[in-house]
């Protein structure tokens, strides 16, 4: 035993603590069985050493079962805080209930940092907008979105030097795998939790909304259900509406579904179409309309969510 202890380097501190919980035990042992007799009305010989025995084993049994106890308790959170993958909040979650743990980690608890990624095209002025929304100084009250990835599919996008500009890692995306895979494997890498398709002219693979379901959202420069579907994208939107004498026009903010423009609708906002309206002037209103309201929108749909 105590080559074990020198072993386990064990200091004499131990070694001292050790002994006189021994020596406690016998004291506490040889008290209880000499007192048994007279509590038990028995003859006195018998009943102190069948007590000595048991209590002596029995005390003895749970002090090594508890000590053991402590012992991994103690390692399991010494591990826990080792990895840094959880901190005492989450370890005690982990205690309570492993799924409310994996809420915390993934994605649904309150304060954890929400991971998105921006899908794009073109220009990006609607991709700016987010940005500087969400990275602006003085925000740190708001819930802490991280725009971890800029997905485009033309390496010509002007998007591509507003995501550089603020180092956001950025991703150019091929039509083939994209709508074989969807790139899942890209985005659960940068642990995106959420989308935002910001003049994204492809479709969205079914795979891709299947695993993000209500997580995917778009912006479209007209209000739907009226002046969307395939094609409609652009100017031939803003062409369409001034073709057909409208007197109003907005925006449409909507989650993404398998069919084109059709999710449910989030947000709409509206502007008046004058007499004098060209689609250069719809365009205007419309971009700054989408300025306006697509940062906050997406700010209530991630509260929501
Ligand atoms: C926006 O008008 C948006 O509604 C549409 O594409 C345009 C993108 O503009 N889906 P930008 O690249 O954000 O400037």
Same mark, same amino acid.
């Given at each position: 035993?105590?080559?074990?202890?020198?072993?386990? %380097?064990?200091?004499?501190?131990?070694?001292?603590?050790?002994?006189?919980?021994?020596?406690?035990?016998?004291?506490?042992?040889?008290?209880?069985?000499?007192?048994?007799?007279?509590?038990?009305?028995?003859?006195?010989?018998?009943?102190?050493?069948? @007590? =000595?025995?048991?209590?002596?084993?029995?005390?003895?049994?749970?002090?090594?079962?508890?000590?053991?106890?402590?012992?991994?308790?103690?390692?399991?959170?010494?591990?826990?805080?080792?990895?840094?993958?959880?901190?005492?909040?989450? +370890?005690?979650?982990?205690?309570?209930?492993? %799924?409310?743990?994996?809420?915390?980690?993934?994605?649904?608890?309150?304060?954890?940092?929400?991971?998105?990624?921006? +899908?794009?095209?073109?220009?990006?002025?609607?991709?700016?907008?987010?940005?500087?929304?969400?990275?602006?100084?003085?925000?740190?009250?708001?819930?802490?979105?991280?725009?971890?990835?800029?997905?485009?599919? #033309?390496?010509?996008?002007?998007?591509?030097?507003?995501?550089?500009?603020?180092?956001?890692?950025?991703?150019?995306?091929?039509?083939?795998?994209? #709508?074989?895979?969807?790139?899942?494997?890209?985005?659960?890498?940068?642990?995106?939790?959420?989308?935002?398709?910001?003049? =994204?002219?492809?479709?969205?693979?079914?795979?891709?909304?299947?695993?993000?379901?209500?997580?995917?959202? #778009?912006?479209?420069?007209?209000?739907?259900?009226?002046?969307?579907?395939? #094609?409609?994208?652009?100017? +031939?939107?803003?062409?369409?509406?001034? %073709?057909?004498?409208?007197?109003?026009?907005?925006?449409?903010?909507?989650?993404?579904?398998?069919?084109?423009?059709?999710?449910?609708?989030? +947000?709409?906002?509206? @502007?008046?179409?004058?007499?004098?309206?060209?689609?250069?002037?719809?365009?205007?209103?419309?971009?700054?309309?989408?300025?306006?309201?697509?940062? %906050?929108?997406?700010?209530?749909?991630?509260?929501?969510?």
């Amino acid at each position: 035993m105590f080559k074990w202890l020198k072993h386990r %380097k064990a200091d004499d501190k131990y070694l001292v603590l050790i002994g006189c919980t021994f020596v406690m035990t016998g004291l506490l042992i040889a008290w209880i069985s000499r007192n048994a007799a007279v509590w038990l009305h028995v003859s006195r010989m018998c009943s102190e050493d069948v @007590c =000595f025995f048991i209590g002596y084993q029995v005390l003895i049994l749970s002090g090594l079962l508890f000590w053991r106890f402590l012992i991994c308790l103690w390692k399991y959170k010494k591990k826990l805080r080792k990895t840094g993958s959880m901190n005492s909040d989450v +370890f005690r979650s982990k205690i309570i209930s492993r %799924k409310m743990a994996e809420a915390k980690l993934y994605g649904k608890a309150e304060n954890r940092e929400i991971n998105m990624a921006i +899908f794009a095209s073109g220009a990006g002025s609607n991709a700016q907008r987010i940005i500087e929304h969400f990275i602006a100084p003085g925000q740190q009250n708001r819930r802490r979105v991280n725009i971890a990835l800029v997905v485009c599919n #033309n390496p010509a996008a002007g998007v591509l030097k507003i995501a550089g500009k603020q180092k956001i890692p950025t991703i150019i995306i091929e039509k083939d795998i994209f #709508n074989k895979d969807g790139y899942l494997h890209e985005l659960k890498e940068y642990k995106i939790d959420f989308i935002v398709l910001a003049g =994204f002219m492809w479709k969205v693979p079914p795979l891709l909304i299947i695993s993000y379901r209500n997580k995917i959202i #778009n912006i479209h420069p007209a209000l739907l259900p009226k002046y969307g579907g395939k #094609n409609m994208y652009g100017n +031939f939107v803003h062409q369409a509406v001034l %073709k057909a004498g409208e007197k109003e026009s907005g925006i449409t903010i909507h989650y993404v579904d398998e069919l084109y423009d059709h999710g449910k609708i989030i +947000f709409q906002a509206k @502007c008046a179409v004058d007499e004098d309206e060209t689609v250069e002037t719809l365009a205007k209103k419309i971009h700054a309309l989408e300025h306006e309201h697509y940062p %906050k929108v997406i700010e209530r749909v991630l509260d929501a969510n």
